[in-house]
T-cell receptor
């Protein structure tokens, strides 16, 4: 069975602070895929990143970066110099398949960036 | 605007009723995914269609069914509705290749009274 744990339910930071959202996963599959999604207060879901289990290289996209560590089964997400627009619920997810099907989501971390 | 449309935006109905949620994927996208987001269950994958054929099934109840039509739009049918079916239902689409970015519609909020 697959499981995704986002232990941080809510985080508040002051604008311009860096913040890391934790994601720990459990799977018996040797090939799997990890995802992060953003759900702003407006309610829509936004895909952020997809990473397969063979690629442990960290990824950076602007102020966003992701740290994948197989040894600790973690796929953490860092926002550098946070902005108010980053306020949202962030979901980490896991799938054993190559696509987006049969994804198991974490419970989400609500990030509030205070101006 | 993601290019994925969902109708209706809100739906209020009674227990025991049947409803149909509609999703139009981005132009050219062959894959459609349905998800349910509820307070109790969180976010769950329901089902995926690719070019008219069912590709994967997740935690979809037997009371629920879906299909994808030749014009690639998809419908999610929910029947014998229960209070617990109240949720936000999202659809998403991708062109179909494994490395595609996924785009979500705005969701349909279903309230069962």
């Amino acid at each position: 069975a697959q499981k995704v744990t986002q232990a941080q339910t809510e985080i508040s930071v002051v604008e311009k602070e860096d913040v890391t959202l934790d994601c720990v996963y459990e799977t018996r599959d040797t090939t799997y895929y990890l995802f992060w999604y953003k759900q702003p207060p407006s309610g829509e879901l936004v895909f952020l990143i997809r990473r397969n289990s063979f690629d442990e290289q960290n990824e950076i996209s602007g102020r966003y970066s992701w740290n994948f560590q197989k040894s600790t089964s973690s796929f953490n997400f860092t926002i550098t110099a946070s902005q108010v627009v980053d306020s949202a619920v962030y979901f980490c997810a896991l799938s054993f398949s190559g696509g987006y099907q049969k994804v198991t989501f974490g419970t989400g971390t609500k990030l509030q960036v205070i101006p | 605007d993601s290019g994925v449309t969902q109708t209706p935006k809100h739906l209020i109905t009674a227990t025991g009723q049947r409803v149909t949620l509609r999703c139009s994927p981005r132009s050219g996208d062959l894959s459609v995914y349905w998800y349910q987001q509820s307070l109790d269950q969180g976010l769950q994958f329901l089902i995926q269609y690719y070019n008219g054929e069912e590709r994967a099934k997740g935690n979809i109840l037997e009371r629920f069914s879906a299909q994808q039509f030749p014009d690639l739009h998809s419908e999610l049918n929910l029947s014998s509705l229960e209070l617990g079916d109240s949720a936000l239902y999202f659809c998403a689409s991708t062109p179909g290749t494994p490395t595609d970015t996924q785009y979500f519609g705005p969701g349909t909020r279903l309230t069962v009274l």
